[in-house]
């Protein structure tokens, strides 16, 4: 099955400062890598995704990058603020089910 | 406002009580999901019902029981469960395929 790595598990920044979590995928088949946002106590929440037939999205402060290749894809956040704090994973689609990689608890330090 | 409604939100069980974890949507989505997840884990996939069809059981035990009456609807059945199963029970809901799961807001689970 497929086994999704994510990186770092926790990540500590400056606010106005940039943000980057990586993850790295085994399954060559999988083709939809979303991202989720889950702050403490709530439910995950989808903040960008990116399909296999794309390198790279943007909606706002908020950037993925997929390389195929390496089978490794990546998020990004400029300009971090104290609300971005919260546990970021990402998964990968492959057959009929998501795999989430461990998260990444992300402090924003005002 | 959440798209994917669970009930109850907090649930307290002794381990031989029956119970049942509610969960509805109403967005048109064919595929649903129960999920469990401890503190600052990842969601773990249990049940993955596609047009009303158990489609995956991830081998979970048998005191857990799915069911999906429509399309709109999925419950969980709770039978003999542990202490270890405490924990907070996500459903989900998606259009079949590469699209992204909608979660609801959890039933947060205590078994004492």
């Known amino acids: ?43 995950p929440q989808l903040i960008i995704d990116i399909r296999s ?8 402060r908020i950037a993925v990058t997929l390389n195929k290749t390496a089978k490794h894809f990546s998020l990004h956040i400029t300009e971090t603020q104290p609300e971005d ?3 970021y994973f990402c998964a990968a689609h492959t057959g009929n089910q998501f795999y989430f990689g461990t998260g990444t608890s992300l402090t924003v330090i005002p | 406002d959440t798209e994917v ?11 031989t009580n029956k119970k049942s974890l509610k ?9 649903m999901y129960w999920y469990k997840q401890k503190a600052k884990k990842p969601p ?34 709770l ?7 405490s924990a907070l029970y996500l459903c989900a809901s998606s259009h079949p395929g590469t699209n992204p799961l909608h979660f609801g807001n959890g039933t947060r689970l205590t078994v004492t």
């Not at chain 1, 037939?53 to 706002?60: F, I, M, P, R, S």
């Not at chain 2, 969960?23 to 595929?31: D, L, V």
């Not at chain 2, 429509?70 to 059945?77: F, G, P, V």
């Open chain 2, 79 to 85: 039978h003999a469960l542990q202490p270890e199963d």
């Open chain 2, 44 to 77: 773990e996939l249990m049940f993955v019902y596609s047009y009303e069809k158990l489609s995956i059981n991830e081998s979970v035990p048998s005191r857990f029981s799915p069911e999906c009456p429509n399309s709109s609807l999925l419950n969980l059945h």
């Open chain 2, 5 to 15: 409604t669970q009930t109850p939100k907090h649930l307290v069980m002794g381990m």
């Open chain 1, 85 to 87: 704090s919260a546990v």
């Open chain 1, 53 to 60: 037939n794309v390198g790279e999205k943007k909606d706002q």
């Open chain 1, 1 to 43: 099955g497929e086994n999704v790595e994510q990186h770092p598990s926790t990540l500590s920044v400056q606010e106005g400062d940039s943000a980057v979590i990586k993850c790295t995928y085994s399954d060559s088949a999988s083709n939809y890598f979303p991202w989720y946002k889950q702050e403490l106590g709530k439910r």
């Open chain 2, 23 to 31: 969960c509805e949507q109403h967005m048109g989505h064919r595929a």
